[in-house]
């Protein structure tokens, strides 16, 4: 049974995850086998050669191996049941950036992105190529550096905006398919203001019958317009539990659910922990140990 990683248990607080990754041929250097909660991953291969090791997936049981070779782009979607492994004898090292992946799916949003939800739904992750002294190499060495000081959500943006030309050549994708329509609608969910209104809001947004508007949804955001109200809302609340100190039925009220306890109970779900229990974890995980609480209040 493989780890289910979730964001919250090793980069609460945080707009992203940056690591350089050694992988031998040695079971105990190799990372375990595991899947994303809530998560996407962007792996570029910077030396040597391996692979990664997909089980499960839409093509059945059993497992596939991805050949891997300094050079490769690979994007990691979170249902993605996945290990890696090296084949050349001096090893393989990848630089890994991990991200949230309601903050990629805004984004994709956002810029209008060609065929990123059917992404998540090919069988496999996609790969891509690109040039070792290239300028997606350069982007992954200064998002990794930056990781080390202060990193900031502007440094993925400037990530994704270099790489996902590449992903979109390698697909052979042009077009977003996606109606215009439904992406502004999606965009304009992002508001505060909206997210309180909920359904009816980004019914009124989309100016189309709930029927239509469900299959557009299920279509092209793989899910249904509540589910898809409910994790943006939850995005915020943790977004609010991150940078204020409003309580957390104040905070739910804001994001539009009807009860603290029934905000609980979805965040629980979501997050592995409660609301107080997330703050508390960003809160670690962003400010020094030595620091005392009264300085942050």
Known sequence: ??????????????PYHAALVPVTGSRRDRPEPHTHADF???VFVTAGEGRQVIRGGAWGAGEIEMPLR??????VRPHDRHEFAATAADGMRFVNIAFPSERWRAFADL???AGTADWDRRDLPLTARASL????AAEFARVLGAYSGVPRVLDLVRLWTAVVP?????DGTAVDRRPGWLVAACVAMNREENLREGLPRLLELAAVSPGHLARSMRRHYDCTPVAFVAGRRLEHAALLLTTTTEGVGGIAQRCGFSGQSYFGRLFQRK?????RDYRE????AVVPAAMDTQDIK
Do not use: I, K, S
């Not at 049974?1 to 945080?14: D, H, I, Y």
């Not at 002294?133 to 997606?136: A, C, E, K, L, T």
């Open 40 to 42: 996407h991953e962007l």
């Open 281 to 284: 974890a960003t809160r670690r």
């Open 271 to 275: 997050y592995g922990m409660a609301p």
């Open 133 to 136: 002294d290239g300028p997606v």
């Open 1 to 14: 049974m493989p780890t289910v990683l979730r964001w919250v248990e090793f980069a609460a607080g945080l």
């Open 166 to 170: 590449t992903l979109e050549r390698a």
């Open 111 to 113: 810029a209008g992105l």
């Open 70 to 75: 300094a050079g490769d782009v690979v994007l």
